[in-house]
């Protein structure tokens, strides 16, 4: 009927609610770390699932790039053992992201395995490069394949939908912000009604009960009679519910 219309109209609302929510937490999460790593979110994303494939994280990445651009900032012989230029043909440095996948492929390339931990441990600090070595022991391919299956299998949001992303999150923040500003203000306002309410209970109604009952004490074993007999009746009831639902179940049996 009606009511199951609705029941089910609501079940579709949450659903969609959940999946944007769900989506928007992704996105915006992804426009925030790229903008940190200076670095496109399509390359983030890359990496990202690179990193989670081989057992580790893109945190881990994020983490090891103040070393890197230090190495940059420092001019690393690291970057010219790989084979890596952090500068333009007019002098200029390159984009972080450019460095940054050069440099992982370039590592990946190092077919000595302990030069190659050498060399991430220069540019991206020990503990980075530690969790990072999985992922470069797949070699260039392997991880090009990796990032191949992501864009073929859409795991990676496009920057539209990244920007939609975070433009969603905005909005759903601005929307709690202003729910909270909505709540103190009614509270504001309703807080002076209350507590004339509350004081006008403790200083008038509380010592008028507590007056009649005093005057009026007759009536004390008569009420406690009737509660009492309230709370037996509902008892009554209740063992009654009982039987008649072990006799329903004792003959559907028989």
């Known amino acids: 009927g ?5 029941s089910a109209v ?34 983030y994303q890359e990496w990202s699932f690179v990193l ?3 057992g580790s ?5 994020q983490r090891g790039m103040k070393t890197l651009n230090s190495a940059i900032d420092g001019n690393s012989s690291a970057f010219s053992e790989l084979g890596v230029s952090t500068t333009k043909a007019d002098g200029s440095l390159r984009s972080t992201e450019d460095i940054l996948n050069d440099t992982m492929f370039a590592l990946a390339g190092v077919s000595d395995e302990h030069k190659r931990y050498a060399l991430a441990v220069d540019l991206f600090g020990k503990k980075t490069a530690s969790e990072l070595l999985p992922a470069l022991n797949s070699g260039k391919k392997g991880i090009k394949d990796m990032m191949d299956y992501a864009h073929k299998n859409n795991l990676i949001m496009s920057g539209e939908g990244v920007a939609a992303s975070a433009e969603y999150q905005d ?5 709690n912000l202003a729910t909270q500003g909505l709540k103190t203000t009614i509270g504001v306002e309703l807080m002076p009604i209350i507590t ?11 010592p008028a009960i507590e007056n009649f009952t005093k005057d009026n004490e ?6 406690a009679g009737l509660t009492t007999a309230l709370i037996v009746f509902k008892a009554a009831m209740g063992i009654s519910a009982i039987i008649s639902g072990v006799s329903t179940a004792l003959a559907a049996y028989r």
């Open 2 to 6: 009606f009511v199951a219309v609705v």
């Open 10 to 43: 609501k079940d579709i609302a949450v659903r969609i609610k959940g999946l944007t929510d769900s989506v928007g937490e992704y996105g915006d999460a992804v426009d925030k770390g790229a903008q940190k790593m200076q670095v496109s979110t399509d390359t």
């Open 52 to 54: 989670e494939r081989s």
């Open 57 to 61: 994280n893109i945190e881990t990445l």
């Open 171 to 175: 909005a759903m923040g601005d929307l």
């Open 196 to 206: 004339d309410v509350v004081n006008k209970i403790v200083d008038d109604v509380i």
């Open 218 to 223: 007759w009536l004390l074993p008569t009420i």
